[in-house]
C-alpha cells in the first residue's frame, strides 16, 4: 500500500482575528486616548510647576519679611549725648534704624541696621554696623560689619512702596485710611519722630523671574515702634 505525503490543508474562514475597518477603528480609538492622557500629563505637570513657584516665591518672601519686621520691632534709643533716637533714616525703598538683638551683655551691643530695596537688582539687602565701645560711647562704623541679602526676585507691589511711614491717628477711623508720609525722597529729619507705624509691602516672585504675573505672592506686615505712648498728651516716638 502506498501512501501518499500531503500538506494539511489550513481552512482560514476558522481563523479568527481583526479585519482592516475593525483595525482602523481600535487604531483610530487608541489614538485619542494617548492624546487625552498626553494631555493630562502635561496639564499636570504644568499645574505642578506653578505650585512649586509659588510655594517657593511664598517661602522666601515670608522669611525674609519675618527678618525685616524683626528688625524693625527690635528698635531702640542708643544711650549718647545727645540721645540718638532709633529711627535715624527712612525713605520709600529703605528704612535705618537702631536695633537691639543681643542679650545685653557688652560682647552684643545694640546694632545699626539698614534695610534697603533695590529695584533694578530686585533686591533687598540689610547692612549691619556693630559698634565698639561702651554703652554711652559706642563708636559706629562707617562701612557695614556685615551685609547680605535678604531677598532677591522682589519688586514693588504695583506703585506700592516697600516701606510706608504712618503717624498716630488720634481719631481712628476704619472708613478712613490714615495720611502717610511722603518719602519718596526721604522723611526729613524733623518728622522722623513723628513716626508711629511702618508698612513693609513687597511682591516675591519664583527665583529667577524677572517681571511680576498675576498671582504672585504679595508680603505685607505692620510695624509699630515700642516707643510710642498712646495716651501720652503727646503720643509720638520718644526716647527713655
Same mark, same amino acid.
Request: proline share 9%.
Given at each position: 500500500?502506498?501512501?501518499?505525503?500531503?500538506?494539511?490543508r489550513? *481552512?482560514?474562514?476558522s481563523?479568527?482575528?481583526?479585519?482592516?475597518?475593525?483595525? &482602523?477603528?481600535?487604531?483610530?480609538?487608541?489614538?485619542?486616548?494617548?492624546?487625552?492622557?498626553a494631555?493630562l500629563?502635561?496639564?499636570t505637570?504644568?499645574?505642578g =510647576?506653578?505650585?512649586?513657584?509659588?510655594?517657593?516665591?511664598?517661602?522666601?518672601?515670608?522669611?525674609?519679611?519675618? &527678618?525685616? =519686621?524683626?528688625? &524693625?520691632?527690635?528698635?531702640?534709643?542708643?544711650?549718647?549725648? @545727645?540721645?540718638?533716637d532709633s529711627?535715624?533714616?527712612?525713605?520709600?525703598?529703605?528704612?535705618?534704624?537702631? =536695633?537691639?538683638?543681643?542679650?545685653?551683655?557688652?560682647?552684643? @551691643?545694640?546694632?545699626?541696621?539698614t534695610?534697603?530695596?533695590?529695584?533694578?537688582?530686585?533686591?533687598?539687602?540689610e547692612?549691619?554696623?556693630?559698634?565698639?565701645g561702651? #554703652?554711652?560711647?559706642? /563708636?559706629? !562704623?562707617?562701612? @557695614?560689619?556685615?551685609?547680605?541679602?535678604?531677598l532677591? $526676585?522682589?519688586?514693588q507691589?504695583g506703585?506700592?512702596?516697600?516701606?510706608?511711614?504712618?503717624?498716630? *491717628?488720634?481719631? !481712628? $477711623?476704619d472708613?478712613? !485710611?490714615?495720611? #502717610?508720609? #511722603?518719602?519718596?525722597s526721604?522723611?526729613v529729619?524733623?518728622? &522722623?519722630d513723628?513716626?508711629?507705624?511702618?508698612?513693609?509691602?513687597?511682591?516675591s516672585?519664583?527665583?529667577?523671574?524677572?517681571?511680576?504675573?498675576?498671582?504672585?505672592? /504679595?508680603?505685607?506686615?505692620?510695624?509699630?515702634?515700642?516707643?510710642? *505712648?498712646?495716651?501720652? #498728651?503727646? @503720643?509720638?516716638?520718644?526716647?527713655?
Amino acid at each position: 500500500m502506498h501512501v501518499t505525503d500531503r500538506s494539511p490543508r489550513i *481552512d482560514l474562514r476558522s481563523e479568527e482575528g481583526f479585519t482592516l475597518p475593525e483595525l &482602523l477603528v481600535a487604531i483610530i480609538i487608541g489614538t485619542f486616548i494617548m492624546l487625552a492622557a498626553a494631555g493630562l500629563l502635561d496639564t499636570t505637570v504644568s499645574v505642578g =510647576t506653578k505650585v512649586n513657584k509659588r510655594v517657593d516665591a511664598t517661602q522666601r518672601g515670608r522669611t525674609a519679611l519675618d &527678618l525685616i =519686621t524683626r528688625d &524693625l520691632r527690635s528698635q531702640v534709643c542708643i544711650p549718647a549725648d @545727645p540721645q540718638l533716637d532709633s529711627l535715624i533714616a527712612a525713605s520709600d525703598s529703605s528704612v535705618d534704624v537702631y =536695633t537691639d538683638l543681643g542679650d545685653g551683655s557688652a560682647a552684643k @551691643p545694640p546694632q545699626r541696621r539698614t534695610l534697603t530695596f533695590d529695584p533694578t537688582l530686585r533686591t533687598i539687602v540689610e547692612r549691619i554696623y556693630t559698634p565698639s565701645g561702651a #554703652a554711652g560711647s559706642y /563708636v559706629f !562704623p562707617t562701612s @557695614p560689619t556685615l551685609t547680605r541679602t535678604l531677598l532677591s $526676585d522682589v519688586v514693588q507691589d504695583g506703585s506700592t512702596p516697600v516701606f510706608t511711614y504712618y503717624p498716630l *491717628d488720634p481719631t !481712628p $477711623d476704619d472708613d478712613v !485710611p490714615p495720611t #502717610a508720609f #511722603a518719602a519718596s525722597s526721604g522723611i526729613v529729619a524733623t518728622s &522722623l519722630d513723628d513716626v508711629a507705624r511702618i508698612r513693609v509691602t513687597f511682591k516675591s516672585l519664583p527665583t529667577g523671574r524677572t517681571t511680576a504675573q498675576p498671582g504672585d505672592a /504679595v508680603m505685607t506686615d505692620d510695624v509699630y515702634r515700642n516707643a510710642v *505712648d498712646p495716651n501720652a #498728651a503727646d @503720643p509720638t516716638p520718644e526716647c527713655w
